[in-house]
């Protein structure tokens, strides 16, 4: 697998948080990988989840609509609004959760440096306590994979 | 705190003010014994502040590991357009 860096999540303050990681490629190809629903689709989501529904209307004021599909076969929604765009610097969006409450603000900005990409995205939420909901919902999903993970190690070992 | 404030560069009311916003948070718990304040790192909160960023991170990594592939693919295209 190729990995050109580790991505860092940090909480700037109470209600945000911030993930940085570098990517081995150009920043129009970075910023096209987040913007295209064609590449999108090919990329979003970890391990065991596919990007089911995507449709994205890429210009100020015009929307996006992303269903995933977990390997438990249940859907989990999501819609948004594009605020801002400075291809392929910056851009800012609304997001929000079909089950979740709330809309969070989500600013991205692309940094090239020696051909590689550092790409920043930062999550204001609007409250600490729904930040702090979609954090835990991150972690049974992470607890759920690494669950998997356990169980093809021991059907490796038997 | 002497003691604790030794491997710092920090000025024993700077390891203080830190020790406090810990104890705070639950992370770490104090006594007191004469002149000393002995600290007790609270091992499960820790734990568990530690552990749900961790499976955040890792929800997004492996989204990005697969963005990394992709990349790789774009870049292989990209050179073989350029070269037509």
């Given at each position: 697998m190729i990995n050109t860096g580790t991505l860092e999540v940090t909480t700037p303050s109470d209600r945000e948080i911030?993930?940085?990681?570098?990517?081995?490629?150009?920043?129009?190809?970075?910023?096209?990988?987040?913007?295209?629903?064609?590449?999108?689709?090919?990329?979003?989501?970890?391990?065991?989840?596919?990007?089911?529904?995507?449709?994205?209307?890429?210009?100020?004021?015009?929307?996006?609509?992303?269903?995933?599909?977990?390997?438990?076969?249940?859907?989990?929604?999501?819609?948004?609004?594009?605020?801002?765009?400075?291809?392929p610097e910056r851009s800012v969006h609304m997001e929000s959760f079909d089950d979740y409450p709330g809309e969070s603000q989500v600013t991205a900005v692309f940094v090239e440096r020696n051909g590689k990409t550092t790409m920043t995205a930062t999550v204001l939420y609007p409250s600490q306590e729904i930040r702090d909901i979609v954090i835990q919902t991150g972690m049974e999903h992470g607890a759920a994979e690494s669950y998997d993970k356990l169980a093809e190690l021991l059907a490796e070992a038997a | 705190m002497t003691e604790l404030a030794k491997p710092f560069d920090m000025s024993q009311p700077a390891i203080s003010k830190h020790l406090k916003v810990l104890e705070h948070a639950g992370l770490i718990s104090r006594g007191r014994d004469a002149q000393r304040r002995p600290c007790r790192i609270e091992a499960q909160p820790l734990g568990q502040a530690c552990g749900w960023l961790e499976n955040y991170r890792r929800f997004w990594e492996e989204s990005f590991e697969r963005l990394d592939t992709l990349l790789e693919e774009m870049k292989?295209?990209?050179?073989?357009?350029k070269k037509r």
């Open positions: 911030a993930l940085t990681r570098v990517f081995d490629a150009p920043r129009q190809m970075v910023f096209d990988a987040f913007s295209k629903p064609e590449l999108l689709k090919r990329w979003f989501g970890p391990r065991g989840w596919s990007l089911v529904v995507c449709e994205v209307d890429f210009r100020v004021g015009g929307g996006f609509r992303f269903v995933m599909r977990g390997p438990d076969g249940k859907d989990m929604g999501m819609r948004g609004v594009y605020r801002e765009i400075s291809a | 292989k295209k990209d050179k073989k357009g």
